[in-house]
């Protein structure tokens, strides 16, 4: 089984400042890790994901986050925040191979970022 | 491109009814999940379909929910007897190939409310 954690519930930055969404996670077997974000009264989209290749992953709108196995960590980040980055956050695990059911893919409870003017 | 779309987008209903949600994938995607988004809940996995073919049911939170697939593209999932605590977004999404590491496409959601 495998787990996530997104070690904060709301994150609030300056617009123009650095944004870090912080992710852990823990599993039995090498990871499939992606970032989504969900804009209000949006569907999920897909921001970046890592699949064993480059451990720093860049996505879209200037995201990318960094694979650190040693720290079990999938953190998120961006250089300079857009008020367009409001959203809600969620970090997202899968394993190869996957024995089916609810297990196979793991979603955190999600990080709210809130970007002050 | 056509991407995931759900219907329908609204439904309010009364508790104890029906509901039969639907939910149109990418097409060629051959697997298809369904997910549930209550309020301050985050993102409950409900399901997921191979094909046709749905192997675990496990994630499903009661008897009272089913789901399938047909022709390996449209997925209905159904809702008997409602109840208050139905009340949620539901959430499908498709990928080319099951899982990892074939992103998730996802659908617009269905907004539920059980009165």
């Known amino acids: 089984a495998q787990s996530v954690t997104q070690l904060d519930s709301h994150v609030s930055v300056s617009e123009g400042t650095p944004v870090l969404l912080r992710c852990n996670y823990s599993s039995s077997y090498s990871p499939s890790l992606f970032w989504y974000v969900q804009h209000p009264n949006k569907g999920l989209q897909l921001l970046l994901k890592y699949t064993s290749a480059a451990t720093l992953v860049k996505g879209i709108n200037g995201f990318e986050a960094e694979f650190k196995k040693s720290e079990t960590s999938f953190h998120l980040t961006k250089p300079s925040a857009h008020m367009s980055d409001a959203a809600e956050y969620f970090c997202?695990?899968?394993?190869?191979?996957w024995g089916g059911g609810a297990d196979g893919l793991t979603f955190g409870k999600g990080t709210h970022l809130i970007i002050q003017p | 491109g056509a991407g995931v779309s759900q219907s329908p987008s609204n439904k309010v209903t009364e508790k104890g009814k029906d509901v039969e949600l639907r939910c149109d994938p990418i097409?060629?995607?051959?697997?298809l999940y369904w997910y549930r988004q209550s309020l301050g809940q985050g993102l409950e996995f409900l399901i997921y379909?191979?094909?046709?073919?749905?192997?675990?049911k496990s994630g499903l939170p009661s008897d009272r929910f089913s789901a399938e697939r047909t022709g390996g593209s449209v997925s209905t999932l159904t809702i008997q007897r409602t109840q208050q605590e139905d009340s949620a977004v539901y959430l499908c999404?498709?990928?080319?190939?099951?899982?990892?590491?074939?992103?998730?496409?996802f659908g617009p959601g269905t907004r539920l409310t059980v009165t």
């Open positions: 999404a498709s990928s080319l190939r099951l899982l990892s590491p074939y992103e998730q496409y």
């Open positions: 997202v695990v899968s394993v190869l191979p």
């Open positions: 097409s060629g995607h051959t697997a």
């Open positions: 379909f191979q094909g046709n073919s749905a192997p675990d």
